[in-house]
C-alpha cells in the first residue's frame, strides 16, 4: 500500500477481519514458564502494523519513530523478564494501530495525530473497523495478561510491572529523567524502586514526564491497581536504550532497583 492509500479491511458476514494468516498474533509471551514472582509487560514493544491497514498513509521512516513504538522497552523488558525469571506479555502491534495502555473511551486510543503527525488511515473510521482493532488486537493482549494473573500458579505473582520509554526532548524542551516511575495511590514499588535509583545517581521522575494520575497508565491501572497487586509502570529515556549496549546497561540499572523494591514487599 502506498503511503497516501487508506486501509482496507476485508468484508466479513460478521466483524471486518484485521489480522490475516502472515499477521502474528497480537501478542508474543517471553519466559512463559518462568517462576519469577513478577509479571512483566510491554504495550508499545512494536511499531508493526496488520497487513489490512497497511502503513495508515504514513512514509515508511514514520513508523520507527516514537509515535509508532516505544524505542528500546521491548528490548530492556526482555533482559528483566530473563533476569528475574518472570513471564513478559508483549504487544504485537503499534499503537497506531491501537493503544493498548488507554481506555477505549480516549481519544487517544485510536489516535488521529500523534506529536503532530497526522495519521490519515485513523481518521474517519465506522464503529465497526475500531471494533475490529479493540478486538483483534487490544482484547487477546489484556486478556492474556488476566490469564496468567489468574492462573493459581505458585508461587502467586506480588508484583506486575509496564515497561515503556520516553523521547528525550518534547514541544522543544529535553527531558532530564533518565528513569522514571509512574504511579498512582499505591507506593508499595513506586517508592523503593525510585529510592534506589536516587541513591545511584539516577536523575529520577516522579510522575513526569507523564502521570498515572493523567490517564497514562491503563495497563496497570486494570491488572494492577483493580487487583490491589503492588504495581508500576517504569519509563527510561529512549535515547539511553535505542542500541544493545545501552539497552543492557540500563536493564541492569532498573532491575537493581526493582530487586530492591521487590525485596521491600511482605513474603
Same mark, same amino acid.
Given at each position: 500500500m502506498s503511503a497516501g492509500a487508506e486501509p482496507v479491511l476485508k468484508e466479513t458476514d460478521g466483524p471486518p477481519v484485521l489480522l490475516g494468516p502472515a499477521d502474528p498474533p497480537p501478542f508474543t509471551v517471553a519466559n512463559a514458564g518462568g517462576v519469577g514472582r513478577v509479571l512483566f509487560v510491554c504495550d508499545h514493544a512494536s511499531n508493526?502494523?496488520?497487513?489490512?491497514?497497511?502503513?495508515?498513509?504514513?512514509?515508511?521512516?514514520?513508523?520507527?519513530?516514537?509515535?509508532?513504538?516505544?524505542?528500546?522497552?521491548?528490548?530492556?523488558?526482555?533482559?528483566?523478564?530473563?533476569?528475574?525469571?518472570?513471564?513478559?506479555?508483549?504487544s504485537s502491534y503499534s499503537r497506531l494501530a491501537i493503544d493498548c495502555n488507554r481506555n477505549l473511551t480516549d481519544e487517544t486510543s485510536i489516535p488521529e495525530a500523534s506529536d503532530g #503527525?497526522?495519521?490519515?488511515? !485513523? /481518521?474517519?473510521?465506522?464503529? =465497526?473497523?475500531?471494533?475490529?482493532? @479493540?478486538?483483534?488486537?487490544?482484547?487477546?493482549?489484556?486478556?492474556?495478561?488476566?490469564?496468567?494473573?489468574?492462573?493459581?500458579?505458585?508461587?502467586?505473582?506480588?508484583?506486575?510491572?509496564?515497561?515503556?520509554?520516553?523521547?528525550?526532548?518534547?514541544?522543544?524542551?529535553?527531558?532530564?529523567?533518565? #528513569?522514571?516511575?509512574?504511579? !498512582? /495511590?499505591?507506593?508499595?514499588? =513506586?517508592?523503593?524502586?525510585?529510592? @534506589?535509583?536516587?541513591?545511584?545517581?539516577?536523575?529520577?521522575?516522579?510522575n513526569q514526564p507523564y502521570s498515572a494520575r493523567n490517564n497514562f497508565g491503563y495497563t496497570v491501572h486494570?491488572?494492577?491497581?483493580?487487583?490491589?497487586?503492588?504495581?508500576?509502570?517504569?519509563?527510561?529515556?529512549?535515547?539511553?536504550?535505542?542500541d544493545g549496549e545501552g539497552a543492557a546497561y540500563w536493564a541492569a540499572i532498573v532491575g537493581d532497583a526493582l530487586a530492591a523494591a521487590f525485596d521491600s514487599l511482605p513474603p
Open positions: 508493526r502494523l496488520p497487513a489490512a491497514l497497511g502503513t495508515l498513509g504514513l512514509a515508511g521512516d514514520r513508523l520507527q519513530e516514537h509515535i509508532a513504538w516505544d524505542i528500546g522497552a521491548a528490548a530492556v523488558a526482555d533482559i528483566l523478564s530473563d533476569r528475574f525469571d518472570a513471564p513478559l506479555v508483549k #503527525v497526522a495519521i490519515p488511515g !485513523n /481518521r474517519n473510521l465506522d464503529g =465497526a473497523e475500531a471494533a475490529a482493532r @479493540a478486538a483483534q488486537i487490544m482484547a487477546p493482549y489484556h486478556t492474556e495478561i488476566e490469564r496468567l494473573l489468574d492462573s493459581g500458579r505458585a508461587p502467586p505473582f506480588h508484583a506486575f510491572v509496564s515497561v515503556h520509554s520516553f523521547t528525550p526532548v518534547f514541544g522543544g524542551r529535553p527531558r532530564p529523567w533518565q #528513569v522514571s516511575a509512574l504511579w !498512582n /495511590r499505591d507506593g508499595r514499588l =513506586a517508592l523503593p524502586f525510585m529510592a @534506589a535509583l536516587a541513591a545511584r545517581g539516577v536523575t529520577v521522575g516522579d486494570r491488572h494492577g491497581e483493580l487487583r490491589d497487586l503492588p504495581h508500576l509502570l517504569v519509563e527510561i529515556r529512549q535515547d539511553l536504550i535505542a
